[in-house]
């Protein structure tokens, strides 16, 4: 098999770059260690804007990625996880792997001087007008959901489950949403940004689901059909698309 | 049936009646001419706007710049997706079959691959041009830089910076 000429290639070379798939990002990072074209060309913030916009026509807005310091896996998802870091739990480390950005934020919980017992999150990119394409760095918000103990308080008593909406721009989180629920301790597993400008995160092994809203900042709980209590393996929902909407906040 | 939309459609469709089913010619780098139907040349935007701009679509167009094989293969594809209706869901899925088994068939022999996409992207052949350059980036997901280069004939050129870089950036990722 003849190898093409460079030269040729060159010019549908961005082309075929642009078509690389969003959803794994060592592929970009693979074929940025191919040569010099190429590694300029998927560094080059005109290029990042057309690669964004390409695949937004035809994937759900993302920001950023898991980055689990433990594990090796960079894993995308719809509304991508905020990590704690590796310092400890009272940090949160949102990577933006397009731009190798790495940004800690310290998490409400700890401000608050909350003893948390699971939390879970989910960076945001937050639209409004511009699309942030190509601005590295640009504004994102995290959803902060966290279940915690009360000073005083005995294990067996619910403990309260709050939410927390934090803005790159403003640098500060909201004040807390708070649901009192026997099952409303988020689970660690990425959550859903759905259409109607909510994050949707499950509760402990998948049992319910608690929905952030994102215009009015408020957390409830949406609780699943009774089903048998001795299966303790979860239950599975899925989340249907409706319409495509842009994020409420600016 | 020509391609296009609104009035720009409905002055072709006229155009079309008042000239007939024009054939236009087009000629490789090797001098074989082709005669294909006005709507599968239309496929080509390079050439739709020379026959829009009132064009010498008699005398035929010549393409330098590709080569007999690689003509005949392009125009497989525009006869396809020229000269065939697609409103109805069964000859959309028709033209989709057609896609999916042309692309494979091109995947097996890849320098005849970049061939069609250079002549796609010289041609302004959009859905051509998204349906190869799909199929090649698709082969580059699985690949190491090393394999990489070696599928696109690349030169290793990457100065010791760049490789700190990468390194760099692997302890990340």
Redesign the interface.
């Given at each position: 098999?003849?190898?093409?000429?460079?030269e040729?290639?060159d010019?549908?070379v961005e082309?075929?770059?642009?078509?690389?798939?969003l959803d794994?990002?060592?592929?970009a990072?693979?074929?940025?260690?191919?040569?010099?074209h190429?590694?300029h060309l998927l560094a080059d913030a005109g290029f990042l804007r057309r690669y964004r916009a390409f695949h937004r026509r035809r994937a759900p807005p993302r920001l950023g990625f898991i980055y689990d310091a433990g594990s090796?896996l960079?894993r995308p998802w719809t509304a991508a996880t905020a990590a704690p870091s590796d310092s400890g739990d009272d940090e949160l480390t949102v990577w933006d792997?397009m731009s190798?950005d790495v940004q800690r934020l310290r998490s409400p919980a700890d401000t608050l001087a909350l003893r948390t017992n699971i939390e879970a999150s989910a960076v945001l990119r937050a639209v409004s007008g511009c699309d942030h394409g190509g601005c590295h760095g640009g504004p994102f918000a995290v959803a902060f959901v966290a279940n915690y103990v009360m000073e005083g308080e005995e294990e067996e008593i619910t403990s309260p489950t709050s939410a927390w909406l934090y803005s790159s721009e403003t640098g500060t989180w909201s004040a807390p949403s708070t649901v009192h629920h026997h099952n409303a301790e988020p689970f660690p597993k990425p959550s859903v940004l759905a259409g109607d400008g909510a994050v949707y995160f499950l509760t402990w092994h998948g049992r319910n689901i608690l929905r952030y809203d994102l215009r009015k900042l408020d957390l409830t709980v949406i609780a699943s059909p009774e089903i048998d209590d001795d299966d303790d393996d979860g239950h599975i929902f899925f989340f249907l698309r409706q319409r495509a909407e842009t994020l409420p906040f600016q | 049936m020509a391609t296009g939309s609104g009035a720009a459609a409905a002055a072709a469709d006229a155009e079309e009646k008042e000239s007939g089913s024009r054939m236009i010619t087009l000629t490789s780098n090797e001098g074989k001419a082709f005669v294909v139907t006005e709507a599968s040349a239309r496929q080509s935007a390079t050439i739709r706007s020379m026959v829009d701009d009132g064009g010498c679509v008699d005398k035929g167009f010549p393409l330098p710049n590709v080569d007999s094989k690689t003509l005949a293969r392009v125009i497989q594809y525009c006869d396809e997706h020229g000269n065939k209706e697609a409103h109805t869901v069964d000859e959309r899925a028709a033209l989709a079959k057609f896609d999916k088994d042309f692309i494979a068939e091109l995947d097996a022999?890849?320098?005849f691959l970049?061939?069609v996409?250079?002549a796609a992207?010289y041609l302004h052949i959009q859905g051509l041009?998204a349906l190869t350059?799909?199929c090649?980036?698709?082969t580059?997901?699985g690949?190491?830089?090393e394999e990489?280069?070696?599928?696109?004939?690349?030169?290793?050129?990457?100065?010791a910076q760049?490789e700190e870089e990468?390194k760099e950036?692997?302890t990340?990722?």
């Open positions: 098999m003849a190898a093409p000429a460079p040729l290639m010019d549908v082309e075929i770059l642009l078509r690389l798939p794994d990002p060592s592929c990072a693979r074929a940025s260690a191919v040569c010099k190429w590694r090796p960079a792997p190798g | 022999d890849k320098a970049y061939d996409t250079m992207n041009f350059t799909q090649i980036a698709d580059i997901k690949k190491t830089p990489i280069r070696t599928a696109f004939g690349i030169e290793y050129d990457l100065t760049d990468i950036e692997d990340h990722a």
